[in-house]
């Protein structure tokens, strides 16, 4: 049994996949949008999760687990949510809240008060409400494009003003189009984020950058689910 637990900690740290699968959604609703699913095919895989056992835990959860073993549900899962669209609070926040689950909404601080896109009270209505708030940039600009004083301000400037109007740390980040290479990386480390998600095509299972499954309109629920147990 030792040894077999030994193993399962070995491959955890070698495997290109976190132990705990993480699920990203776009904007729920959005025509024309390969990364945009309609809410009701949104329901039927949060349904199809709390059916099958999933539990959802926050990045917190799976960084303490990681770092100081802090014991983790059977079936857990991280559903995440970028950009801070409107759609956050209107659409997938009572549909979480139905199952009793836990999002995590990764806002880009520059673009808030614009239209489609929520406003302060907006982010305190989800953080209220009981979500994990992570930071997505201050403008969405591609990180691994821009200077390295850029590159700061975008990680150090969106944590203070998430901290600042939530009066809580920040601990989590999501690279803008899930773009990353190990300089963006080491960038947000020093910045202080204790955990950033990437994607399919950059993510791993280091904590920094951190794999994402990317939920996308030709998924079909078998797909889904299959992504999902993996
Ligand atoms: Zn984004």
Known sequence: MRQSAAFALLCAACSSRPEVPIVNWHALGVAGNEFSISEFTFNRQIELLAREGFQSVALHDVVEHRLSGLPLP??????????GTEDALKRVLPVLKKRGMRGTFFIAT??????????????RALSAAGMEIGSHSVSHARLTEVSDE???????????????HLGRTIEVFAYPYNAVRPGVRDAAARAGYRAAVAGEVHGGADLLDLYRISVKSTMTLDDFRRQVQR
């Not at 059977?74 to 950009?83: G, K, Q, S």
């Not at 700061?152 to 901290?163: D, F, G, I, N, T």
């Open 150 to 164: 850029q590159l700061r301000e975008e990680l150090v400037r969106s944590k203070q003003a998430l901290e600042e």
């Open 74 to 83: 059977a079936r857990p899962v991280v559903l995440t949510f970028d950009d």
């Open 110 to 123: 520059g673009l808030l008060g614009k239209p489609g896109y929520l406003d302060w009270d907006g982010v």
